[in-house]
T-cell receptor
Framework: AQTVTQSQPEMSVQEAETVTLSCTYDTSENNYYLFWYKQPPSRQMILVIRQEAYKQQNATENRFSVNFQKAAKSFSLKISDSQLGDTAMYFCAFMKLQGAQKLVFGQGTRLTINP | DVKVTQSSRYLVKRTGEKVFLECVQDMDHENMFWYRQDPGLGLRLIYFSYDVKMKEKGDIPEGYSVSREKKERFSLILESASTNQTSMYLC???????????????FGPGTRLTVT
């Protein structure tokens, strides 16, 4: 079974700073996807970024980028130039490509951006 | 845009009641999922369905059942609600066919259920 671990329950930074959220996972699969989801106070879960395990290049989406270390089973999220609207719960998630498209989530990190 | 809706944002039920949580998606997705979200535990999969009338247990199916009679609708049923089922319930859908966004799950706004 796969497990996903987010070791930082809460983080807080000042607006415009850069922040990195950590995620590690455990799997014996070779082909899989990794995701970061954002859940703002409105509760609507939104996909932030996705990484295919077979791709060596780290995914980027505007101010959001990942550091994917497959051998270390590490998948961190970096938010550059943080904004007040980035305040949210962030969840790391794993999906293996074989079988049903089930997500396995980490515990979540509550990120607060302070003005 | 994909839209996933859930029947209630907040729900209060009494212990022993039968509870129905409804989820509807409008993008003809094959896959639908029910998760529960608890502080410090993240989201855990209760049940999922990959086609009409097809269902599979997730990681925590005990105390729950599901129904998928139509492709767009996936219902979560608490046969006899208990206080330990007080939680946030999130529905999601996905498709194998969505070009460029394969494997992305789209979530509903969640139902916060309180069982007293």
């Amino acid at each position: 079974a796969q497990t996903v671990t987010q070791s930082q329950p809460e983080m807080s930074v000042q607006e415009a700073e850069t922040v990195t959220l950590s995620c590690t996972y455990d799997t014996s699969e070779n082909n899989y996807y990794l995701f970061w989801y954002k859940q703002p106070p409105s509760r609507q879960m939104i996909l932030v970024i996705r990484q295919e395990a077979y791709k060596q290049q780290n995914a980027t989406e505007n101010r959001f980028s990942v550091n994917f270390q497959k051998a270390a089973k590490s998948f961190s999220l970096k938010i550059s130039d943080s904004q007040l609207g980035d305040t949210a719960m962030y969840f790391c998630a794993f999906m293996k490509l074989q079988g049903a498209q089930k997500l396995v989530f980490g515990q979540g990190t509550r990120l607060t951006i302070n003005p | 845009d994909v839209k996933v809706t859930q029947s209630s944002r907040y729900l209060v039920k009494r212990t022993g009641e039968k509870v129905f949580l409804e989820c509807v998606q409008d993008m003809d997705h094959e896959n639908m999922f029910w998760y529960r979200q608890d502080p410090g535990l993240g989201l855990r999969l209760i049940y999922f369905s990959y086609d009409v009338k097809m269902k599979e247990k997730g990681d925590i199916p005990e105390g729950y059942s599901v129904s998928r009679e139509k492709k767009e609708r996936f219902s979560l049923i608490l046969e006899s609600a208990s206080t330990n089922q007080t939680s946030m319930y999130l529905c999601a859908s996905s498709s194998y066919r969505t070009s460029g966004k394969a494997y992305e799950q789209y979530f509903g706004p969640g139902t916060r259920l309180t069982v007293t």
